[in-house]
């Protein structure tokens, strides 16, 4: 970084970026496998650096600066890509490795996509184990920058600058009704679908497209069941006459196992886009680059 800059070494800039993800002076030091003192003395050099206190203690955690939101956008960028310059020496071997990742998932994705990835797991990393939490939306990217967690999956966007967002696919929905519903069949007309009942999923999962949508048909007076997890649906209708709107992929499962029909919707919802959040890649370890691309090349 030139002479101007004797005292600003590469581990300052990955301090920096490490306690703007964290939040946490402790989070930072296992990370970087220091004490804390060490994350302490570096943030004080980074202080007189850029004369700015930086990060703000608060019973949360640290707050950064105004100038420390201004720093981290050019900081992280340099930090990416001298740290994928310099990656190709680590490396992670799914084959031989013993490895256990810790992933949060909603209701919705351990029935539609754990299956899968697991299915693929003895071929490829017979030495990984899964551990699955819910997701908890509001708390998942704390959970990351701690190092609690390896990555989750979501459909809500989530657009903090401590996480990276990597899309994996966008999923529509279909109608799902009783196999012997007494008035809906394979074609479903708006005028059929607004004079029946309907059940839907409120939660923060991020599958809120069939409410919208129903609110924008004027129909939400039409809901008369309001339920936290999918998984529930498919009991909740095969048994009597409410209409659910289910995203394709689990539908199909639930039309599969349960006494249920599916139909194309009469109106428009808006396509829920399922993505994979982990660590900014210069934080994430060799192992978890792996998990990254695999959940990708799975599930993608």
């Known amino acids: 970084m030139g002479s101007m800059m004797p005292d600003f070494d590469l581990n300052l800039v990955r301090t920096f970026v490490l306690l703007y993800e964290t939040r946490s002076v402790t989070a930072t030091a296992e990370s970087?496998?220091?004490t804390q003192p060490t994350i302490s003395y570096s943030l004080q050099k980074l202080?007189?650096?850029?004369a700015d206190e930086l990060f703000r203690r608060t019973g949360g955690g640290l707050v950064p600066t105004?100038?420390?939101?201004?720093?981290?956008?050019?900081?992280?960028?340099?930090?990416s890509e001298i740290e994928t310059a310099v990656s190709g020496a680590k490396s992670f071997s799914p084959s031989k490795a013993r490895a256990a990742f810790t992933l949060c998932l909603s209701d919705l994705g351990e029935i539609s996509l754990l299956p899968r990835l697991m299915a693929?797991?003895?071929?490829?990393a017979p030495g990984v184990t899964l551990t699955v939490r819910p997701l908890d939306v509001d708390r998942a990217a704390d959970q990351l920058g701690r190092g609690e967690i390896d990555a989750f999956i979501a459909s809500p966007l989530i657009s903090s600058q401590r996480v990276a967002r990597i899309p994996l696919f966008s999923e529509g929905y279909l109608g799902m009704v009783s196999l012997d519903h007494?008035?809906?069949g394979a074609a479903v007309s708006f005028g059929q679908l607004a004079a029946?009942?309907?059940v839907t999923v409120f939660g923060p999962t991020g599958h809120d497209g069939p409410r919208r949508a129903l609110e924008a048909c004027g129909l939400l007076d039409r809901v008369v069941l309001e339920v936290t997890r999918f998984a529930a649906l498919p009991y909740l209708v095969q048994d009597g006459e409410l209409v659910a709107m289910v995203p394709r992929l689990v539908a199909e499962m639930f039309a599969a196992q349960h006494r249920v029909r599916l139909f194309e919707l009469p109106l428009e919802v808006e396509p829920a886009q399922v993505s994979v959040y982990t660590r900014h890649t210069h934080a994430?370890?060799?192992?978890?680059?792996w998990l990254v691309g695999f959940m990708r090349e799975v599930l993608g």
């Not at 994430?284 to 680059?289: C, G, I, N, V």
């Open 32 to 34: 970087l496998h220091v």
């Open 47 to 50: 202080r007189r650096r850029f």
């Open 66 to 79: 105004t100038t420390a939101r201004a720093l981290y956008e050019p900081l992280h960028s340099a930090l």
């Open 120 to 124: 693929a797991l003895p071929s490829r």
């Open 182 to 184: 007494p008035r809906l």
């Open 196 to 198: 029946e009942r309907h």
């Open 284 to 289: 994430r370890t060799p192992a978890q680059h």
